[in-house]
């Protein structure tokens, strides 16, 4: 068998896998926005778990990487192989040590979808925010609406710093400086 033709196999195997796995991953994400139920936020971490889990698989990753280096890879192959190790890359860290940023990820998550402002007194919705915010002529009333939009910052504040500072630490044992250069350079 020709490289091109193990290197076809490989990658529609993975394109195969990856699409199996990324489709309860969306409808699981879509349930627990529009529900805030806590029941879709844990079937959505479950299938994140899962699907990451295909790009931590280091048999797969050396095989990336022995492709990566074959010269006689065509555009699309390059193009799908960049895309596998930049995935695969940032999920060669035990599953232990990405648990907890997955966790923190979810948190967040879970908060932007369930989190309700409040508003003289009174919780709101986003839409009854965004309509203060398009319709109202009132500008106290407008800033009222756009601080109370702003609410879930310090909600979340603590969660976030822990994930950055997660994250950093993360790219450091990969060998990047911090998550930032990480993301930039994969």
Known sequence: MSSQTTINVFLEEQNRKIEALYKPVLISHWMAATTGEKEWSEKHKKALSQYFANFSDPKAYKAVLSYREDKQVNPLQRRQLDDLYNMMVKNQLDPSITAKTMELEKAISHE??????????????????????????????????????????????????????KRNKDAQALGYDNFYKMTRKN
């Open 112 to 165: 932007f979808n369930t989190y309700r402002p409040i508003l003289k007194g009174k919780e709101v919705t986003n839409n009854e925010i965004l309509d203060i915010l398009k319709t109202s002529i009132d500008s106290e009333q407008r800033k009222g609406a756009w601080l109370a939009s702003k609410q879930i910052g310090k909600k979340i504040e603590n969660t976030v710093l822990q994930l950055v500072y």
